[in-house]
Each structure stands twice: as structure tokens, then as C-alpha cells.
């Protein structure tokens, strides 16, 4: 039985680890609380270099790592300057290894679930094509919840894709936020979306359901617990009502005041 969650917060993305904490706690049998960034709280002398072994150079090659020299200074900059890190992906199961190796002794059995929000991009290797594929959340001890992998994991409209592609065209760069919501149809989250909050409270619930039950995620779309690989899907599941499928409102309903 899980009977304290800790959320951390993750101060250089728009998420409100704070609001998140107080959405959960409403609704599981269990203490919630809330601590600064997990790289900062628990951080080890290796932690630089467990980051540089965890990234993905090719998205089709299954090996991971570069723990060059400059590769290590990177991180280790991006560990004090968190603002200041992006474009890397790493392997979610690694990372997830490497801050477990970090938690205290005391705090690392399944009593205490720890819920790192991180600003990392975190992936997963596909057996079944053989290429790496961003995640939102990978689930376990500690769970790791990935902010920018809300905006880049699930398939935007194929619209989306399209105009990105013919503004850089164009003009050599991305096309603004405005110019894709006013000419994309379809909804979809993008960088500093301010529904960040509300889209990742469902994630951590994911993890709390996870180790409480044993059960990854629910078959059914809609319910914050469905793993959405689409935004129209997330934003279904995350964003609208009802919350729940009929079998989850039975137990993470019953505590809305």
C-alpha cells in the first residue's frame, strides 16, 4: 500500500507541481506532499555522468550513451542551469535507475512513492520497430513524469506537421505558436501550453494507480488513466468530463469535495 506520495517540482516548465499535489491528495487514501526539483533534492556526484550514459544519439540505434568529456560538462551545467538544457532525449529506464540509486535508503520502498516532474525529453525503445519513442510518464520507483514529453510524445494532426515543415521552409525556423494554433485544426499542447498543469495531474495519478495496483493504464478512452499516443486522445482523457471511466470514478471520485 502506497501511503505517501511526494511530488517535485519542475521550476523551469509553466507546471504547477503545487496545484497537482493538492488535485491528488482530494483523491487517493494517501499523504501527499510537495519538494523542490528532484535533481536538486536528491542530487549525487555521478548523477552528471548516469545522464550522459542515458542519452539517445540516433532514434533508431538501441544503444545509448556518450559520456565524452564535454558531454559530461554539458550536463553537469544542465543539472545547475536546467533552463538552459533541451534537445536530448534519454532512455526513460535509466534515468529512472539512476534517480532510484539516488533516493535515500529510507524513502525507496513502495510505501513511499516519489513522482520526479522533470524538463527532460524521455524515451523508450520499441522492440517491435526498432526505434526509440518519446514518453510522457515512465512508471515504477520513482515515476518519472516528463514535461516536455506532454508536448512531443503523442501525435500531433497531421496538419501540424505539414505547416511546421512548410514555414521552416519558408523562413528557415519553426512558425509561432500563433500561426499554428490559427492554422492547424484539431487541438493540440505545445510548449508552456497553460493547460500543462491540468493535462499532467491524470500522469500522476498514473503512477500512483500503478504502484497501488498493479495495473499500467485503463483500456478506455476518456479517462485520465487511458495512455493517450494521440492529443486528441490526451486532450479527451485529460481535459474533459467526465474525469473517469465508470470503474475509476468508483475510486478516485469518491473524494471531490
Known sequence: M????????APSTVADVDAIGDWLEARIDASVSVRDRFLDVH??????????????PSPYDRKTGNTMLGTIRYEER?????EREGGVLYD??????????????AERDLETLHVAILDRAI??????????????NVLGQPALISVPGLYEAPAKPEEYYKEKQRHALLS??????EVLENQVEGEFLIEDDPRTTDALKGYVLQAY???????AFCAQEGCRLYNAHYHEDLIEAQLREPAFCTAHARLY???EA
Do not use: I, M
Not at 43 to 56: K, P
Not at 123 to 136: A, E, L, Q, S
Open 43 to 56: 542530487r549525487t556526484d555521478n548523477l552528471a555522468e548516469r545522464f550522459a550514459e542515458a542519452r539517445v
Open 123 to 136: 524515451g523508450t525503445w520499441g522492440d517491435h520497430d526498432g526505434r526509440w519513442h518519446k514518453r510522457v
Open 78 to 82: 544542465a543539472l545547475e542551469h536546467p
Open 209 to 215: 494507480h500503478y504502484l497501488e495496483t498493479g495495473e
Open 172 to 177: 528557415g525556423d519553426a512558425p509561432p505558436r
Open 92 to 105: 526513460g529506464a535509466q534515468v529512472q535507475r539512476a534517480l532510484n540509486s539516488a533516493l535515500p535508503a
Open 2 to 9: 502506497v501511503d505517501t506520495v511526494v511530488c517535485y517540482r
Open 253 to 255: 471520485e469518491q473524494r
